[in-house]
């Protein structure tokens, strides 16, 4: 079976986590994406462990599958001109320097778009190609905070809290794998590529959908409420005698469902629980009643009598546990990988499942420049 982006040749000048993870998602799909790096350093995400797998970090594992990698002086006018010809002979390049450093190189949209008038260009960054902030380091971590995500993420009554991993950077990958894909489908219509300004604060903001709807309709800022949500109620995390375990009552029928379990109909007559939007308004309330309720019994008890009501739950896992969950198994969502050192580890492939196409790792994480000659043969014939 032909891959959906099978023939479209992908340069891919980026680093670290977003546009990585954007071309990982291209090369999973088809593209041949070629990765460029320093010479001697590559990817900072290389040197980024322990844990190792031979001389690859898992960090680095984990987003560079599909791809081949050569090395590329961008310092040197011989390897800036090699890159400016391989350029020529692309359909997408992805870069995620800072603004106006690939311009810098020659290298920049503007430059290569008149000697290759069908070229899609994409850049990430923190803040955006315009704007105050366009010249400014741009960090997960700090979109994280200046985005507004930190200020709705912790414990209510403690400081702030960033997500475990690097959201910002992931949602800005996949939104720039998704433009791309959009512009390929537009080149078809008119002949031509376009530039593509991908932000990560531009996507924290947009990804706080209903929170940042709810900001901006009433006017103040949204509260950070741990686990609980600010729409629904219950649904949040509660107690059981032997654990936690997230409770998620999305509507009325499910809290009658829920109401019927717990032994206490008569919960749906009363004017404080009887609907979602009164259920908020009286959440402390409801909250402190179910309480010693949930903490009766343990979590699979809970879990079996909810599930069996079609009300969703489940378990609090750690990592391990949820990598080891049957139904990561039964969805083929693990994958053994041979490196190019001889070593095999297991990770985590593509969530995407077509009907027609199987997931297939067809090429391991490069180890530094493994590709030049290959490259270089096979596109510039040189």
């Not at 378990?315 to 391990?320: F, K, Q, W």
């Amino acid at each position: 079976m032909t891959h959906p982006l099978h023939g479209i040749r992908v340069l891919d000048f980026s680093r670290v986590l977003a546009g990585p993870f954007c071309t990982m998602m291209l090369a999973d799909f088809g593209a041949e994406v070629v990765k460029f790096e320093r010479p001697d350093i590559g990817d900072e995400t290389r040197h980024w462990g322990p844990p190792w797998a031979g001389s690859l970090s898992a960090y680095y594992i984990s987003i560079n599958r599909n791809k081949y990698s050569i090395t590329l002086d961008l310092k040197s006018a011989e390897d800036r001109d090699i890159a400016r010809q391989l350029a020529r002979k692309a359909d997408v390049l992805v870069e995620n320097f800072k603004v106006g450093q690939m311009a810098g190189f020659g290298l920049d949209y503007e430059t290569l778009s008149p000697e290759n008038p069908r070229l899609i260009y994409c850049s990430l960054t923190g803040y955006g190609q315009d704007g105050l902030y366009a010249n400014r380091p741009g960090y997960d971590y700090v979109i994280q905070a200046q985005s507004g995500l930190m200020s709705i993420t912790g414990p209510a009554d403690g400081e702030p809290h960033k997500v475990g991993v690097a959201i910002a950077d992931v949602i800005s990958g996949l939104n720039a794998a998704n433009a791309i894909q959009a512009a390929l489908i537009q080149r078809e219509k008119t002949g031509r590529g376009q530039y593509i300004d991908i932000s990560l604060l531009d996507t924290n903001i947009a990804a706080l959908v209903n929170i940042a709807s709810n900001t901006l309709i009433s006017g103040q800022a949204s509260p950070r409420l741990g686990n609980a949500h600010p729409n629904i109620v219950p649904y949040q995390t509660f107690h059981a005698a032997d654990g936690k375990f997230v409770l998620a009552v999305g509507n009325d029928r499910q809290f009658a469902a829920l109401c019927d379990i717990i032994g206490k109909p008569e919960w749906m007559q009363d004017d404080r629980f009887a609907t979602n939007p009164a259920r908020v308004e009286n959440r402390d309330t409801l909250i402190e009643m179910l309480n010693p309720i949930l903490r009766s019994q343990p979590v699979a008890y809970w879990e079996k009598k909810l599930l069996a009501h079609n009300i969703p739950c489940g378990p609090i896992n750690d990592m391990l546990t949820a990598l080891q969950d049957p139904q990561v198994a039964a969805r083929r969502l693990l994958h053994d990988v041979m490196l190019p050192d001889g070593e095999t580890v297991t990770t985590v492939g593509s969530p995407i499942k077509f009907s027609d196409i199987p997931f297939t790792i067809h090429r391991p994480p490069p180890e530094l420049g493994q590709d030049n000659d290959e490259v270089l043969s096979r596109w510039l014939g040189s």
